[in-house]
Structure formats: C-alpha cells, structure tokens
C-alpha cells in the first residue's frame, strides 16, 4: 500500500497571502518525501479561498524540480474545464520535466459556483468529462488525436510532447455508474473521501464503486481504492478539539458548494452549518486525531475495513498553520508510521497494490 499527502492549499485567514500557502505546501511536499510518502496529490479549485490551487499541473512542474522521488499528481484535474488539447500537452510536458513522475487525474467537478464563472453548464459535466477522457485516452494509446463529438472536433492531430509513460497511470474521482465502468476497463485508481463521517461512510462508497468494478472483472481483493483523510497527530486536548474543529469548517464549505447555497465575501467561502452536521467530539472520535497511539489506531481500522491500496493525509486543512500542520506530519512519519508498520506487518507491504509506479 503506498501513502500519499494530500494538498489542498485552503487559506482560511486572507490576510495570509497566497505565496504563503504555496510555501507551505512546498515544505510539506519535501517532508514527506523524506519520510517516504510515495505520492503528492494537489486538489484544483477556483475563485474562492477553499483552495488557492487553481492549477495543479503548475504546482505540479514546479515541485517536480524540486523533488526527486515522490511521484506527483492532480487529484484531481476538473475536465469540463479545460480544452482537451490544452490539457495534453501540458501532461506531457510536466512528465517529461519530472522524468515520468506525474501521475494523471480525472474528475467531472461539482461546484457550480465555479462552472458558472468558466460559462460551462454543470449539468453538462458528465458528457463533456467522457468525451474530454475519449480524446486523452486516444492520445495515451495511440499518440494521435482524431475526434468528432458534440462537444470537441478535432482534426488528425499528433501528440508533440508525450508523455514519458509509455501507459500513464490514472487517478479518478467521481462515482457516476458508467464513469466508473470505463475507469475499470482502463484500470484507473478510484479515490474517495468523506470528510468526517466514520468509517461506516468509507465502507458505504467502497462498496459503490467495488461493485461497479465487479462488473467488468475486477474482484473486491483487487480494487486499488485510494482513500483520503484529514489527520492531525497531537497530545494536546485543546490542539484536538481545534483540529476537529477545522475538520468541520473544511465540511461545511464543501456542503455548501454541493448544495449550492454558497455565500462568499469577496474571496471568503462562508462555513455554514448544515443539517445533522457531527459535534466536535464525534468528529475526534470518527477521524485520525490525536495521540500517535489514537491516531495510529484509527488509521490502521480505516485501512484493514477498507483495504486500500492507497492512504492519502491531508496534514494541513481548515487554516492549519505551517507550522502545527508540519509538526504533525514529522510525528506522523516518527512516531505514527512504526505503529502502523507493526500493526500490519509494514504498511508498504499490505493490501492489494495500485500499479507499477513508473521508475
């Protein structure tokens, strides 16, 4: 199983400049290089201080110079977005300038705040997203592009730069029936998040998506489920109940972008409460927050219900300084990582695998 930490580059507190929270990010990337995460994922969002990433691939090529092992991926790109032909190239350059380490991500979006101010139709997304995968898988298989749908026309075109992958590895997000299909028969790894709900929630989404999987011969052992978890490591109570506190913050934008009663000042997203949201102390209890033994404890239940084949960390979250957010990834990787080895007989070594990374 490998670990992955997840960015997704939120600035809570406005009067932090954004080059701040690239910083920030940086540094963390670099720790868990060293401590031998296996994958950087960065989220893509725009117009609001949710997340300050709204090009992940050029955060991607800056950290590939940066780097020299971690492999590095877009978790995910929000293909009804971009322009198919735009989004290939760049692929292909930032694999080629991070020696092969980019890994690919696919997602339709959800925000509709954020497709109104692109002029694309969020209702639309699914259609445009299948038909924007048709054309880059043409370009992965075949290193050419010819395509006529109804939304992209585009005449007999040759991949320039490619990337050094001879078959790119593949990160989806998304849980649309015939979406998950086709990610199956490509042998795309699934991700999934659920903010802070139990592992009961983890255990429900797998089940979805092992069962469209089931349906095009990959079995339950072998899905290469990806998941993605807020953690903080901390023996403070009081660090705790603000981590969790955090943890809620980040849920309440998000529901309010799914349910699209989103209010913003100016950048600002506003953390409304939403119906039958978790109390500070359920959502300690349900996530990996806490002591390294509770957080380590935690971690290792998510992981032997689920099975994964990936453990993605989100150690900065909510407005999280740099500082506590680093703190608590160099624990995780002292202190909480020799648990979960010992747990499981090494975290590397369990569950089923998601696929070669390339050299």
């Not at 219900?305 to 957010?325: I, M």
Request: aromatic share 8%; charged share 20%; net charge negative.
């Amino acid at each position: 199983m490998e670990l992955g930490l997840f960015s997704l580059l939120p600035q809570r507190d406005i009067s932090v400049g954004a080059g701040q929270v690239y910083a920030d990010t940086i540094d963390m990337v670099r720790m868990a290089e060293e401590i031998g995460f296996d994958v950087a994922w960065l989220a893509e969002h725009h117009f609001g201080n949710y997340s300050m990433c709204p090009s992940p691939l050029v955060l991607a090529s800056h950290l590939a110079g940066i780097t020299s092992r971690i492999h590095i991926g877009p978790a995910v790109l929000v293909l009804p977005l971009y322009h198919p032909m735009r989004v290939l190239g760049e692929l292909g350059m930032v694999d080629q300038l991070s020696g092969g380490r980019l890994i690919v991500g696919f997602g339709s979006g959800y925000q509709n705040f954020e497709f109104n101010r692109f002029g694309v139709p969020l209702e639309e997304n699914w259609a445009v997203t299948h038909e924007i995968m048709d054309i880059l898988e043409m370009a992965f298989d075949h290193g050419r592009v010819e395509y006529q749908g109804q939304y992209f026309q585009i005449p007999e075109t040759h991949v320039a730069v490619p990337m050094v992958q001879a078959s790119p590895r593949v990160i989806i997000a998304g849980n649309q029936a015939e979406y998950l299909y086709r990610s199956a028969r490509r042998g795309y790894q699934p991700i999934i998040t659920v903010g802070p709900a139990p592992v009961e929630a983890q255990l429900a989404v797998r089940s979805h998506v092992a069962k469209h999987y089931a349906q095009e011969g990959i079995s339950d052992d072998n899905l290469p489920l990806a998941i993605s978890r807020m953690i903080h490591v901390t023996d403070s109570k009081d660090e705790a109940r603000d981590a969790a506190e955090r943890v809620l913050y980040t849920a309440r934008l998000v529901m309010s972008f799914r349910g699209r009663y989103e209010q913003l000042e100016g950048i600002e997203v506003q953390p409304i409460p939403f119906a039958e949201e978790p109390t500070i102390e359920q959502i300690i209890a349900n996530m990996p927050i806490g002591g390294p033994e509770r957080v380590a404890e935690q971690i290792v239940a998510e992981i032997k219900a689920n099975r994964p084949a990936h453990y993605a960390v989100f150690a900065q979250f909510g407005g999280l300084s740099g500082e506590r957010a680093r703190r608590s990834l160099e624990r995780f990787g002292a202190e909480v990582i020799p648990l979960i080895d010992k747990e499981l007989g090494g975290i590397k070594a369990f569950g089923p695998s998601s696929r070669p990374l390339a050299a």
